[in-house]
């Protein structure tokens, strides 16, 4: 079974930066497809970012040039470098890996962004 761990999350001022980690682990290929959802109380679950197997990226209009999604195909890592950090971007963060032939998901159990003063 797929295993997805998020971490790098915390609480950070306005203004500032994080950088967000999903280390997959398990019966998976490398060539998944990963990405980032964000989630807050009273929204639904929000797409923020993904990346292919090439690194094709691609960002939400609210990411689009604050966060930078990567990965380390070796290590089955994705990462989420979110600047400029503002507290609408509070959230917990979910990593997922898009199934290969399938629109299922694996998903992280989440990692708690707060942009707070």
């Known amino acids: 079974q797929v295993q997805l761990v998020e971490s790098g999350g915390g609480l950070v001022q306005p203004g500032g930066s994080l950088r967000l980690s999903c280390a997959a682990s398990?019966?998976?290929?490398?060539?998944?497809?990963m990405g980032w959802y964000r989630q807050t109380p009273g929204k639904e679950r929000e797409w923020v970012a993904s990346i292919t197997r090439s690194t094709i990226t691609n960002y939400a209009d609210s990411a689009k040039g604050r966060f930078v999604i990567s990965r380390d195909n070796a290590r089955n890592t994705a990462y989420l470098q979110m600047n400029s950090l503002e507290p609408e971007d509070t959230a917990v963060y979910y990593c997922?890996?898009?199934?290969?032939?399938?629109?299922?998901?694996?998903w992280g159990k989440g990692t708690l962004v707060t942009v707070s003063s």
């Open positions: 997922y890996l898009q199934m290969i032939g399938s629109s299922n998901k694996y």
């Open positions: 398990g019966s998976i290929f490398s060539t998944n497809p």
